[in-house]
């Protein structure tokens, strides 16, 4: 009995101090959760670390002539932890009114007062990652880290600056949407920004961070753990004088035409640099802006500009000559159950191969076309592959359409495919594939593909250069390529882009009215498309030029009239600005005496009077009745000028002064334009060719 009384004890006992225990335990859980949680929690974040990522400085993108499109400037998030290591409370006591003070004069959002109680709360808080100001500049940054404090750094004074980084764009719209953008929203990345992406974006760095109360994360070193090593710069072939001229030319057709969209695209003719591609389109508040790359991105039927493509094709087949005639029907043809039509009725019916160019009859084109390939149409569309009108150009920049040109083995194939694809419909073809095209002609039928990106630069050293490609060295016979260049500049003299014929550069292209066709197909709603495509100067030429304006809708859309301003305008701008397109002046061999005087050219008895006033020796011709200096030895040598000055002829002024310039000009018929102080130096009409009475004379005048 006395030992299973011991027993029932002992189990008593033990199940006794059990319980105890589990109450134990239990108290302790409660304690931790709900008395000492927050210092527990604290401590465990402490002990977790991670390495994050350094975000490197993205590379800059520049102009062809150096200009900055495209950079990124740092800004900075400034943080404070109140108990760092070594910031004290004392230390802080004392000095937290100085910095008050400062970062009030700083910033000027706050009072001292204010940032004081900001920064006493973060410390009696125990906060380590507190949020003191966002979005600050890199100037900003170098005064605040002289302020007390934070003049000690993170670890003694709290200070932890997180770096961001912000893409600015110093030219705002210009070239927006070719120059492009990544964002960080999700949003589509465009342009150069996408298409080198992983060369500006550079290799991201590691710093070690702790994480602390209230699931932040804290720097736990002032210096990365792994830099970043920063994205390279790329070089680009736009010129921004050129850009900017292009963009404002294509903007004011835009408005004076309440067109919806278009765009402009200047390449450099040897090499296929693109030095301009402007695209602007109209937005709901009816302002213009960069929102489509319409220049790569779009595709139409390109109308009559496309006329050149089958003109070449006749030539290289030999099935035409430009002296050969063609019955243009006076502007209506009949194909099966459609009517090709001509813009109006020329006023002749049978007109030459060179004259059915120039004024853009659609009638003698087609029939041109029809009548020699109708039984093989497969030879036509050949060769229109062979010049890659059907292949995208393969620019460096995302987003280029693939162009249409259908065959005979397409289902949408009928039997007026032929008459309507040689004149530009039932096809689409980009701007910049069919400007590659026309920059070919001009080229000596070299054709070279576009590039935007001339080089990739690392610390100002070059580590990619991008050469130009040839794409085909010769699209066609130097006997066709001589044809196609003379229609070509026919169009201006006398066609139906004669508005842009001027006496200072000359130039060759074709302009391009088309339907575009409604969403559901035909041509109902009657849309239309200006363009023009052309090159300048036609003798040499140096740039290439296309112009897209889509939907002009002020009653006035012929490309002549819509597109071909903006042409000129640009050629105009970069004729003036560009000395290497002036002719050459020929070298002054004049052998001068540094004691005798250097007269202008003028009239003979102005400079006798003048020389004899001055005591001056000189011989002259006592015939003359217009005299010009050749030289200085014993006295002034003066001959007669006559022989340059005869009637009907361009009278030469070269070395003239104004007065006399212009009166000599005048009086033989001529409009004078004048540029420039001092003598002549230039005259835009060259001595001794025969002119219209009335035609302009530019006369350039210098030191």
């Not at 929690?41 to 062809?64: H, K, P, Q, V």
């Not at 000596?444 to 490609?469: A, C, D, R």
């Amino acid at each position: 009995m006395g030992i299973k009384k011991d027993i029932y004890s002992r189990i008593t006992i033990a199940f006794a101090a059990m319980v105890i225990f589990s109450f134990a335990i239990l108290w302790k859980i409660f304690s931790i959760q709900h008395m000492e949680g927050a210092y527990w929690r604290g401590l465990a974040d402490s002990l977790t670390t991670r390495y994050s990522s350094i975000e490197a400085d993205r590379g800059n993108i520049f102009s062809s002539d150096g200009h900055l499109l495209a950079t990124s400037l740092p800004r900075f998030e400034i943080r404070f932890d109140s108990h760092a290591e070594g910031l004290s409370s004392e230390f802080f006591n004392q000095n937290v009114g100085s910095l008050s003070q400062s970062l009030a004069n700083l910033f000027g959002d706050k009072t001292a007062s204010d940032y004081r109680y900001e920064l006493t709360n973060a410390r009696n808080n125990r906060e380590r990652y507190h949020l003191l100001k966002k979005d600050i500049s890199y100037t900003q940054l170098i005064k605040l880290k002289e302020f007390s404090i934070f003049k000690e750094g993170q670890y003694k004074g709290g200070l932890i600056v997180k770096q961001m980084n912000t893409r600015y764009y110093p030219y705002k719209e210009l070239a927006n949407r070719t120059i492009g953008y990544v964002r960080k929203n999700g949003a589509k990345p465009v342009g150069l920004e996408a298409r080198f992406d992983s060369v500006l974006s550079g290799i991201p760095g590691q710093k070690l961070e702790q994480k602390i109360s209230g699931g932040n994360w804290m720097p736990v070193n002032d210096e990365n753990e792994i830099d970043p090593q920063n994205g390279k710069d790329i070089i680009t072939t736009i010129d921004v004088g050129i850009q900017d001229v292009a963009e404002n030319a294509l903007l004011k057709t835009l408005l004076k035409n309440n067109a919806d969209h278009g765009c402009v695209i200047v390449m450099e003719v040897k090499t296929g640099a693109i030095k301009a591609i402007a695209n602007l389109g109209r937005s709901r508040d009816s302002s213009y802006w960069e929102k489509y790359n319409y220049a790569l991105g779009e595709a139409h039927e390109p109308g009559s500009t496309f006329k050149l493509a089958s003109m070449m094709a006749l030539l290289e087949d030999g099935y035409v000559k430009l002296s050969d005639t063609i019955d243009t029907e006076h502007g209506r043809k009949m194909y099966f159950n459609q009517t090709m039509k001509d813009a109006e009725d020329h006023g002749e019916s049978r007109v030459t191969v060179k004259k059915c160019f120039a004024i853009s009859s659609n009638v003698g084109v087609s029939k041109l076309v029809y009548n020699n390939y109708f039984k093989q149409p497969e030879k036509y569309l050949q060769h229109l592959r062979s010049w890659e009108l059907d292949q995208p150009v393969g620019v460096d920049i995302p987003g280029e359409r693939v162009p249409y040109i259908k065959n005979t083995n397409d289902k949408l194939w009928s039997r007026v495919s032929l008459p309507w694809m040689s004149v530009g419909y039932e096809l689409n073809i980009t701007p910049i594939r069919l400007l590659t095209f026309y920059n070919a002609v001009a080229n000596n039928g070299v054709m070279v593909k576009p590039y935007i990106i001339q080089s990739v630069k690392e610390f100002g050293n070059t580590v990619k250069e991008y050469e130009p490609l040839v794409i085909n060295p010769k699209i066609c016979s130097d006997a066709t390529l001589a044809s196609v260049k003379q229609l070509l500049e026919d169009v201006v003299l006398e066609g139906t882009a004669h508005n842009l014929l001027n006496p200072y550069y000359s130039c060759a292209g074709k302009t391009g009215t088309a339907q575009i066709t409604n969403d559901g197909g035909g041509y109902a709603n009657k849309v239309y498309q200006s363009s023009f495509y052309g090159y300048f100067p036609a003798e040499n030429p140096i740039y290439s030029v296309c112009v897209i304006v889509n939907a002009p809708s002020n009653g006035v859309y012929y490309g002549s009239a819509v597109a071909g301003p903006v042409f000129k305008e640009i050629a105009d701008n970069i004729f003036s600005t560009n000395l290497n397109i002036h002719p050459s002046v020929e070298h002054d061999t004049t052998q001068y005496n540094p004691t005798l005087p250097i007269v202008k050219s003028g009239f003979s008895s102005d400079l006798q009077y003048l020389f004899h006033s001055l005591n001056i020796p000189f011989t002259g011709d006592d015939n003359g009745t217009w005299w010009q200096q050749t030289g200085i030895q014993q006295g002034v040598q003066l001959a007669s000028m006559n022989e340059t000055i005869q009637q009907g002829t361009v009278p030469d002024v070269i070395g003239m002064g104004l007065r006399d310039a212009i009166y000599l000009l005048e009086s033989s018929g001529l409009k004078v334009v004048v540029q420039g102080t001092g003598v002549v130096k230039t005259q835009s009409l060259t001595a001794g060719t025969k002119f219209l009475k009335g035609q302009i004379i530019s006369i350039t005048l210098g030191s």
